[in-house]
């Protein structure tokens, strides 16, 4: 049984900083370390967006409206995966969704959801 739990959300003031941290557990197909991870964002009648995923190389990608903002880190040692986001906006206010899959041989997702197979329930990120 796989699990993602996030971890971190809540109500932030504008330009404040934030960690979401995303508990990876469960019998998962390859090692934690070569899953492609992903962090994503939602909002009442839109489609959720990714914003930041890393892949089994360590390699980032970022949506261009965050660049400079978010950060995504692994820490294979510990099954998370982290999204900084510096200097909070209003329109950042979301539910943040991590999602997983195996990325062994080099595959990557970039922030298509469509290539994720496992997601958390996510956790709310609200701007005051």
């Known amino acids: 049984h796989v699990q993602l739990v996030e971890s971190g959300g809540g109500s932030v003031r504008a330009g404040e900083d934030l960690r979401l941290t995303c508990a990876a557990s469960?019998?998962?197909?390859?090692?934690?370390?070569?899953?492609?991870m992903g962090w994503f964002r939602q909002t009442p009648g839109k489609e959720r967006e990714g914003v930041a995923s890393?892949?089994?190389?360590?390699?980032?990608y970022y949506e261009d409206s965050v660049k400079g903002r978010f950060t995504i880190s692994r820490d294979s040692a510990k099954n998370t995966v982290d999204l900084y986001v510096h200097r909070l906006q209003p329109e950042d206010a979301a539910t943040y969704y991590c999602?997983?899959?195996?990325?062994?041989?080099?595959?990557?997702?970039?922030?298509?959801?469509?290539?994720?197979?496992?997601w958390g329930q996510g956790t709310q990120v609200t701007v005051s």
């Open positions: 999602a997983a899959r195996g990325c062994r041989g080099g595959y990557r997702t970039g922030l298509d959801s469509r290539q994720f197979h496992y």
């Open positions: 469960g019998a998962f197909e390859e090692p934690f370390s070569t899953l492609c």
């Open positions: 890393i892949d089994s190389l360590d390699i980032t």
